[in-house]
């Protein structure tokens, strides 16, 4: 499981995007009762906040102290620091588990025992996440030539589950269908440049290398985006994957 420090999770709790308001109107309608969920994995609450408008109770866990510590509060979003394998949730506790762009950290194994314990009969479960970043040709080019190479020995391989949209893990659930979403952002070459610091790759070559990559593609990232304070429309291919475990 991918953990943080407290400077980490602040950047991770600014830069990284919502996700798309009409899934958890989606979500929302694929249950009969509308009382609980779990965000599991919740980082700093970016899925939190926006399943506290569908439902009346949010139970958020992160492993990490430090995300929770930097997760923002709401009066119906209860955070908790737990690992998502064990947790202290009663059993047939949900009607919906969601987990946000986290899936690929788990030990699959034990966290698929722990979701038949603690959701309810026909309740459901969804996971979701994006796989890489959209801009223009020319900084699509930048980011291919001047970032992708430093970070190439250092995705961790949980990374290329995510990569692959997780078609490499067995879901213990029968697949319902999901309609297509889609993730987009207004950021600035800034913006884009603190998201890219976030990546998995990226925090593990700064803590052995520093960030002098970064850097380096700044200017020419700037240099691309021809304003570097404008902010650009960019796409992160996103999908998402739902069902109810299997009886």
Not at 52 to 68: G, L
Not at 131 to 151: S, T, Y
Request: overall charge negative; charged content about 20%.
């Amino acid at each position: 499981m991918r953990t943080f420090d407290g400077q980490s999770s602040t950047t991770y709790a600014k830069t990284r995007p919502m996700y798309p308001a009409e899934l958890y109107h989606w979500l929302s309608k694929q249950i009969a009762s509308s009382s609980v969920v779990w965000d599991c994995a919740c980082g700093t609450g970016q899925a939190s906040l926006d399943l506290a408008a569908y439902f009346d109770r949010v139970e958020a866990s992160d492993i990490s102290e430090s995300q929770i510590s930097a997760a923002t509060p709401h009066r119906k979003v209860h955070y908790q620091v737990s690992a998502a394998e064990k947790t202290p949730y009663p059993d047939n506790y949900f009607d919906a588990v969601c987990v946000a762009h986290a899936l690929h950290w788990f030990d699959c194994e034990a966290f698929w025992e722990e979701l038949r314990r603690v959701l309810k009969p026909n309740g459901v479960f969804v996971c979701w996440g994006y796989n890489w970043l959209q801009v223009g040709e020319a900084e699509d080019k930048v980011i291919a030539d001047h970032v992708l190479p430093f970070l190439e020995s250092y995705w961790p391989p949980q990374s290329y589950l995510l990569r692959n949209q997780y078609c490499d893990i067995e879901f213990p659930f029968e697949f319902i269908d999901v309609p297509d979403f889609e993730l987009n952002c207004h950021w600035s070459a800034t913006q884009t440049i603190d998201f890219m610091r976030t990546w998995s790759a990226s925090q593990l070559r700064i803590q052995k290398e520093g960030d002098g990559f970064l850097q380096l593609a700044t200017p020419k990232l700037r240099e691309a985006w021809s304003q570097p304070n404008e902010k650009k429309s960019i796409r992160l291919p996103f999908f998402v994957k739902a069902g109810r475990l299997k009886t």
